[in-house]
């Protein structure tokens, strides 16, 4: 009887340690999911600037739409984005905004460089909100 108990309290311990395990694993995955814009509008030449990243986990790793507005939105461009540790990527793959981002998440905002085909780089640096400027 003695034995059994010992066993029974041995994978009681194990199920929480994993339990616990994974939930701070989901909760940490979470925090980076959201919306990072630096969209706003610009009253004096009545122009919408700068970009909008929405970031949300899949069953295949994480995607976002992302957009840019310069003086007007462009249109949604879904991006398959590739994220380790604090690290993330993503490429844009047709349009005139072809081309790929390179940088990090850090203390809520994405921050790196775009870089378009044509040549030309731009920094970003998206703040995490807590709506997206369309709400």
């Known amino acids: 009887m003695e034995l059994n108990n010992r066993k029974m309290g041995v994978t009681l311990s194990l199920l929480v340690t994993f339990i616990l395990v994974t939930s701070i694993s989901c909760a940490t995955e979470e925090k980076i999911t959201g919306v990072y814009s630096s969209l706003s509008f610009n009253v004096e030449g009545?122009?919408?600037?700068?970009?909008?990243f929405f970031l949300v986990r899949t069953r295949n790793g994480y995607?976002?739409?992302?957009?840019i507005s310069e003086g007007?939105?462009?249109?949604l461009m879904l991006v398959d984005v590739a994220i380790k540790e604090n690290n993330i990527s993503f490429e844009i793959k047709k349009g005139i905004y072809a081309g790929s981002f390179v940088g990090k998440i850090i203390n809520q905002k994405i921050v790196g460089k775009l870089r378009f085909s044509d040549g030309v780089e731009n920094e970003l640096s998206l703040p995490k909100v807590k709506y997206s400027y369309w709400q």
Request: hydrophobic share 25%.
């Open 46 to 52: 009545g122009d919408l600037l700068g970009e909008e």
């Open 63 to 67: 995607q976002a739409t992302f957009q």
């Open 72 to 75: 007007g939105p462009s249109e």
